[in-house]
């Protein structure tokens, strides 16, 4: 059994890109753009902008380039994923309100980044999430063109409704290739409570209802920034992508930007390496929502007392460089199941041992089919717990899986040590749009040295009223699954009083990863990019991913990034297309246009 597994383990491995260490001897002196970050926006913005032969750009990645490793190409690899070497592994620090934790956050540490080691959910949130950000040129009918230009729908949606979906981008949208036994009880269950929603990304139809979520898989197998964007773009001889490379500063002369600092590379080639910006040329901050927050303050731009308590001259005082941290935080309700044999857990083992079940295994290889194209929450729904919310502020991910631990993580981190895991099926809350909010500080001036993150979770009690109404709708859901009802394992019958369950929330908590907002887009005091998301007070620099959110969008935020990235991409390459432009042309403010199909 062992050497069969070794086998398909390589099999897998075949094809799998290795990229050099170092940068081919024909590589430029200087840059016209140096992306700082390997993942999802950084890789599309790597392809767009060496579109154009005649422009030089620099990727420049701390994680490594293995995009291709077996476990993040098939889908359910996602178990092996965090806390491995994939993962930088933040965690935050002494979080207030969840009795002093240590909350672990899972961020991607290789090409792609997080679009590597996520559930891969392909959601875009609501139109009004766009138009609430109330920041000029970035309403929702500016935005929707943008969502379309990327998608590669691959479910049929494009065909019955292209005002909102597209097949002619690389980010594809597809369908989960296998339905749990459990899986489909859910439906049912949360269909005839919630009603059905055929579409999450129809801005036309309420988000609210329960279905299945849609997922960026390409033939049964993950879809990350690097194998839509980055992989068919590598040979352009214009196009330089170092891994292993940690950047450690933005250089200047007075303030503008001039390059930037960095460490390693593999391959070995040394720590305070240069890279130079050609005249009128960039740097791009595509780190995400903890690092590119990091790299600003220990470039000099951040609130000028923090930057001081490490000696870093101040080249622009950003007070909001760092806050505006938001997440989705969630917690878990879970049942065993007297029913033996059906849980996605019972279906990857052989029972009653560790090994590998090989048959799901030779089920993907030769089909791209079965249960290794499931991430485990592939069905779910979105839902107000109060009809005089707005917007839904509570989305359910059902797992067909017992969960080994309440904080909703254990499972995923602990099954490879479990030998038996019982079956059952899980309820994920999350505070689809927080109100919460914290904050990125510099530990050390030293980008190697991990920030201090305050995750500022339930800071805002409307997310515990959330958190705890998504509890009790799992509850009660959970009961209806008929045969399949077993013992309630998490939180357990004895936690039955709002204050045993705000105690619940607070003692389990976990990230469903999220992460967005340090480096907020706007045009007030507090904001750190303008519409043109360049960085205020310097020039040269812009920032492009999740950090720019004002305000985090309701569903998973890999799709918005991608958004961004591409909107980006296309004002930088056209510069007559920025925000900046369109207001000005339109006299200023905020024009609010109808959404197609809204």
Same mark, same amino acid.
Request: charged residues 20%; aromatic residues 6%; glycine residues 12%.
């Given at each position: 059994?062992?050497?069969?597994?070794?086998?398909?383990?390589?099999?897998?491995?075949?094809?799998?890109?290795?990229?050099?260490?170092?940068?081919?001897?024909?590589?430029?002196?200087?840059?016209?753009?140096?992306?700082?970050?390997?993942?999802?926006?950084?890789?599309?913005?790597?392809?767009?902008?060496?579109?154009?032969?005649?422009?030089?750009? @620099?990727?420049?990645?701390?994680?490594?380039?293995?995009?291709?490793?077996?476990?993040?190409?098939?889908?359910?690899?996602?178990?092996?994923?965090?806390?491995?070497?994939?993962?930088?592994?933040?965690?935050?620090?002494?979080?207030?309100?969840?009795?002093?934790?240590?909350?672990?956050?899972?961020?991607?540490?290789?090409?792609?980044?997080?679009? $590597?080691?996520?559930?891969?959910?392909?959601?875009?949130?609501?139109?009004?999430?766009?138009?609430?950000?109330?920041?000029?040129?970035?309403?929702?009918?500016? @935005?929707?063109?943008?969502?379309?230009?990327?998608?590669?729908?691959?479910?049929?949606?494009?065909?019955?409704?292209?005002?909102?979906?597209?097949?002619?981008?690389?980010?594809?949208?597809?369908?989960?290739?296998?339905?749990?036994?459990?899986?489909?009880?859910?439906?049912?269950?949360?269909?005839?409570?919630?009603?059905?929603?055929?579409?999450?990304?129809?801005?036309?139809?309420?988000?609210?209802?329960?279905?299945?979520?849609?997922?960026?898989?390409?033939?049964?197998?993950?879809?990350?920034?690097?194998?839509?964007?980055?992989?068919?773009?590598?040979?352009?001889?214009?196009?330089?992508?170092?891994?292993?490379?940690?950047?450690?500063?933005? *250089?200047?002369?007075?303030?503008?930007?001039?390059?930037?600092?960095?460490?390693?590379?593999?391959?070995?080639?040394?720590?305070?390496?240069?890279?130079?910006?050609?005249?009128?040329?960039?740097?791009? $901050?595509?780190?995400?929502?903890?690092?590119?927050?990091?790299? @600003?303050?220990?470039?000099?731009?951040?609130?000028?007392?923090?930057?001081?308590?490490?000696?870093?001259?101040?080249?622009?005082?950003?007070?909001?460089?760092?806050?505006?941290?938001?997440?989705?935080?969630?917690?878990?309700?879970?049942?065993?199941?007297?029913?033996?044999?059906?849980?996605?857990?019972?279906?990857?083992?052989?029972?009653?041992?560790?090994?590998?079940?090989?048959?799901?295994?030779?089920?993907?290889?030769?089909?791209?089919?079965?249960?290794?194209?499931?991430?485990?929450?592939?069905?779910?729904?979105?839902?107000?717990?109060?009809?005089?919310?707005?917007?839904? *502020?509570?989305?359910?991910?059902?797992?067909?899986?017992?969960?080994?631990?309440?904080?909703?993580?254990?499972?995923?981190?602990?099954?490879?040590?479990?030998?038996?895991?019982?079956?059952?099926?899980?309820?994920?809350?999350?505070?689809?749009?927080?109100?919460?909010?914290?904050?990125?500080?510099?530990?050390?001036?030293?980008?190697?040295?991990?920030?201090?993150?305050?995750?500022?979770?339930?800071?805002?009690?409307?997310?515990?009223?959330?958190?705890?109404?998504?509890?009790?709708?799992?509850?009660?859901?959970?009961?209806?699954?008929?045969?399949?009802?077993?013992?309630?394992?998490?939180?357990?019958?004895?936690?039955?009083?709002?204050?045993?369950?705000?105690?619940?929330?607070?003692?389990?908590?976990?990230?469903?990863?999220?992460?967005?907002?340090? $480096?907020?887009?706007?045009?007030?005091?507090?904001?750190?990019?303008?519409?043109?998301?360049?960085?205020?007070?310097?020039?040269?620099?812009?920032?492009?991913?999740?950090?720019?959110?004002?305000?985090?969008?309701?569903?998973?935020?890999?799709?918005?990034?991608?958004?961004?990235?591409?909107?980006?991409?296309?004002?930088?390459?056209?510069?007559?297309?920025?925000?900046?432009?369109?207001?000005?042309?339109?006299?200023?403010?905020?024009?609010?246009?109808?959404?197609?199909?809204?």
């Amino acid at each position: 059994m062992k050497s069969l597994l070794c086998i398909l383990a390589t099999i897998m491995v075949v094809g799998g890109l290795r990229l050099p260490g170092t940068p081919p001897p024909s590589a430029p002196p200087t840059y016209d753009y140096i992306i700082a970050g390997g993942g999802l926006a950084g890789s599309l913005l790597a392809n767009r902008l060496s579109a154009d032969p005649s422009k030089s750009v @620099l990727l420049l990645e701390a994680g490594g380039a293995d995009f291709e490793n077996k476990f993040i190409k098939i889908p359910a690899g996602i178990l092996r994923l965090f806390k491995s070497g994939f993962d930088w592994q933040h965690e935050t620090s002494g979080e207030h309100n969840c009795s002093g934790r240590n909350i672990f956050l899972a961020r991607g540490k290789v090409l792609g980044g997080s679009s $590597c080691t996520n559930v891969l959910l392909h959601h875009r949130g609501t139109a009004a999430d766009y138009d609430n950000w109330n920041v000029p040129s970035w309403g929702a009918s500016d @935005l929707l063109p943008y969502f379309k230009r990327t998608q590669g729908d691959l479910t049929g949606r494009a065909e019955t409704n292209p005002a909102h979906h597209s097949t002619g981008g690389e980010w594809s949208m597809s369908e989960v290739r296998y339905q749990n036994p459990l899986s489909k009880r859910f439906l049912e269950v949360a269909g005839d409570q919630l009603g059905v929603n055929p579409d999450f990304n129809d801005w036309s139809s309420p988000q609210t209802g329960a279905g299945p979520f849609p997922v960026s898989e390409r033939n049964g197998r993950r879809e990350s920034g690097a194998t839509a964007f980055l992989k068919p773009v590598l040979s352009r001889d214009n196009l330089t992508v170092r891994t292993g490379a940690m950047v450690r500063r933005i *250089d200047w002369e007075g303030s503008t930007a001039t390059g930037v600092t960095y460490d390693g590379g593999e391959g070995g080639v040394g720590d305070g390496l240069k890279a130079e910006l050609r005249q009128g040329g960039e740097v791009i $901050c595509t780190a995400g929502a903890i690092a590119s927050p990091q790299l @600003l303050m220990a470039s000099g731009v951040g609130p000028r007392e923090h930057l001081e308590e490490f000696n870093i001259p101040v080249i622009s005082d950003l007070p909001g460089v760092g806050r505006n941290l938001q997440d989705h935080p969630a917690a878990v309700v879970s049942f065993s199941t007297p029913k033996k044999g059906v849980s996605v857990t019972s279906k990857l083992r052989i029972r009653g041992t560790k090994l590998t079940n090989p048959l799901p295994i030779l089920k993907w290889l030769f089909t791209r089919r079965g249960l290794l194209t499931s991430v485990g929450c592939d069905n779910g729904a979105f839902v107000k717990t109060d009809e005089s919310k707005e917007q839904a *502020d509570l989305q359910i991910r059902f797992l067909a899986a017992r969960a080994l631990g309440p904080d909703g993580m254990t499972t995923f981190t602990q099954f490879r040590n479990t030998r038996n895991h019982g079956d059952g099926y899980s309820f994920q809350a999350v505070a689809t749009r927080a109100r919460s909010s914290g904050r990125v500080r510099l530990a050390s001036s030293n980008t190697n040295v991990k920030p201090v993150i305050d995750g500022g979770y339930l800071s805002d009690e409307r997310d515990l009223d959330t958190l705890r109404n998504g509890l009790k709708l799992g509850r009660e859901l959970g009961s209806k699954f008929g045969e399949y009802v077993g013992e309630e394992v998490f939180p357990g019958k004895a936690c039955a009083t709002d204050e045993q369950l705000n105690k619940y929330i607070r003692d389990t908590l976990h990230t469903a990863n999220a992460l967005t907002g340090s $480096c907020r887009m706007g045009t007030g005091a507090d904001a750190v990019v303008d519409p043109d998301l360049k960085v205020r007070g310097v020039t040269g620099v812009r920032v492009c991913d999740s950090s720019i959110f004002p305000s985090i969008p309701g569903g998973q935020t890999g799709t918005p990034t991608v958004m961004v990235a591409e909107r980006a991409a296309d004002f930088i390459i056209n510069p007559e297309k920025a925000p900046s432009k369109m207001v000005n042309e339109v006299g200023g403010g905020v024009e609010q246009r109808e959404v197609v199909g809204v």
